[in-house]
Nanobody, 115 residues
Framework: QVQLVESGGGLVQAGGSLRLSCVAS????????MGWYRQAPGKQRELVAV???????NYADSVKGRFTISRDNAKNTMYLQMNSLKPEDTAVYYC?????????WGQGTQVTVSS
């Protein structure tokens, strides 16, 4: 079993920054692929960024150059540093992990960017 808990969301003005954190517990230290997804009102959940234990990363085109995903394996924690935020980044952000054939999700954290 894996539990994922996000934190760090909030309200920020356009151009500002936020850092999201996701702590994995249970068998979380066994997860190879972890990522961040987001879902805006009326839209489908979409991939924001993904990382593996060895540090490989991949980003959605919409966030390249602005967001950075990272991971501290010793702390079982994943981060998403979000800079130059835009109103269109407003969404609920979810932490995701794939392990042993199952998808695990956090409860989500709201990010709101005002113009």
């Amino acid at each position: 079993q894996v539990q994922l808990v996000e934190s760090g969301g909030g309200l920020v003005q356009a151009g500002g920054s936020l850092r999201l954190s996701c702590v994995a517990s249970g068998s979380g230290n066994s997860i190879n692929v972890m990522g961040w997804y987001r879902q805006a009102p009326g839209k489908q959940r979409e991939l924001v960024a993904v990382t593996t234990r060895d540090g490989s990363t991949n980003y959605a085109d919409s966030v390249k150059g602005r967001f950075t995903i990272s991971r501290d394996n010793a702390k079982n924690t994943m981060y998403l540093q979000m800079n130059s935020l835009k109103p269109e980044d407003t969404a609920v952000y979810y932490c995701h992990g794939y392990w042993n054939g199952y998808n695990y999700w956090g409860q989500g954290t709201q990010v709101t960017v005002s113009s």
